[in-house]
């Protein structure tokens, strides 16, 4: 078999990921290689915590309505019971917001959350 030797299209292929490693120290951004590597396990982190982002805000959200709730005598569980019992579908984003911006609105849903789950107010 001849040999065929890289030429066009070789070239631009690692032309390619050279500059796909540009901000890297060193060798990872001059040599094919080590290049190749770390670009490879960038993009496999880079996969990785864009699911781990949406799984961090969840925790996040979780955290501060929790807060929130204790203020009115609540627990996250029993919040979030009520919610639900009483057919409020707010997603845990938008009630982290009303808790920290509308406090007056955030009230009004505990006290339906607690009415709904029979507390006493």
């Given at each position: 078999m001849p040999r065929v030797k890289g030429g066009y299209t070789?070239?631009?292929?690692r032309k390619r990921l050279l500059s796909e490693a540009r901000g890297n120290q060193g060798a990872r951004s001059k040599?094919?290689?080590?290049?190749?590597?770390?670009?490879?396990r960038a993009l496999v982190?880079?996969?990785?915590?864009?699911?781990?982002?949406?799984r961090d805000f969840r925790k996040l959200w979780i955290i501060r309505i929790g807060a929130a709730v204790r203020e009115y005598g609540l627990s996250y569980s029993k919040f979030i019971r009520g919610l639900s019992l009483?057919?409020?579908s707010l997603n845990r984003k938008s009630l982290s917001e009303l808790a920290?911006?509308?406090?007056?609105?955030?009230?009004k849903i505990v006290e339906l959350a607690k009415k709904s789950i029979g507390v006493a107010s």
């Open positions: 070789t070239r631009r292929r040599l094919f290689k080590s290049a190749k590597e770390a670009v490879h982190y880079a996969y990785r915590d864009r699911h781990v982002r949406k009483s057919q409020i920290i911006s509308d406090k007056v609105g955030f009230a």
